[in-house]
């Protein structure tokens, strides 16, 4: 079992930056990857970026060059830089951490605000 809980949302204004943390806890030892998901009102939920175990980082196109994903040593915490946030990213953002062979594990999210 693994237990993630996210911190870090709010509101921010246009063109701010917000870092968002994704702390793990319980069999964190066998987890291979952690992801950044977003849910925007009355959209599908999104991909926003994976961090493997071998430290390698892959973002959805759109992030790329403004989000970064990192990790404490370990999977304690994963975190997601956001820069330049625009009122496009207003949504719920969601960690995933997925155990091979045994299932993923969500979050419950934390709301990130970017009024127009």
Same mark, same amino acid.
Do not use: H
């Given at each position: &079992?693994?237990?993630?809980?996210? /911190?870090?949302?709010? =509101?921010? &204004?246009?063109?701010? /930056?917000?870092?968002?943390?994704?702390?793990?806890?319980? /069999?964190? %030892?066998?987890?291979? %990857?952690?992801?950044?998901? !977003?849910?925007?009102? $009355?959209? &599908? !939920?999104? +991909?926003?970026?994976?961090?493997?175990?071998? $430290?390698?980082?892959?973002?959805?196109?759109? +992030?790329? $060059? !403004? +989000?970064?994903?990192?990790?404490?040593? $370990?999977? /304690?915490?994963? +975190?997601? &830089?956001? @820069? @330049? =946030?625009?009122?496009?990213?207003?949504?719920?953002?969601?960690?995933?951490?997925?155990?091979?062979?045994?299932?993923?594990?969500?979050?419950?999210?934390?709301?990130?605000?970017?009024?127009?």
């Amino acid at each position: &079992q693994v237990q993630l809980v996210e /911190s870090g949302g709010g =509101l921010v &204004q246009p063109g701010g /930056s917000l870092r968002l943390s994704c702390a793990a806890s319980g /069999s964190i %030892a066998s987890i291979a %990857a952690m992801s950044w998901y !977003r849910q925007a009102p $009355g959209q &599908q !939920r999104e +991909f926003v970026a994976v961090l493997t175990g071998r $430290g390698t980082a892959d973002y959805a196109e759109s +992030f790329k $060059g !403004r +989000f970064t994903i990192s990790r404490d040593k $370990g999977w /304690s915490t994963v +975190f997601l &830089q956001m @820069n @330049n =946030l625009n009122p496009e990213d207003t949504a719920v953002y969601s960690c995933q951490a997925v155990i091979p062979n045994v299932r993923a594990y969500w979050g419950q999210g934390t709301q990130v605000t970017v009024p127009s």
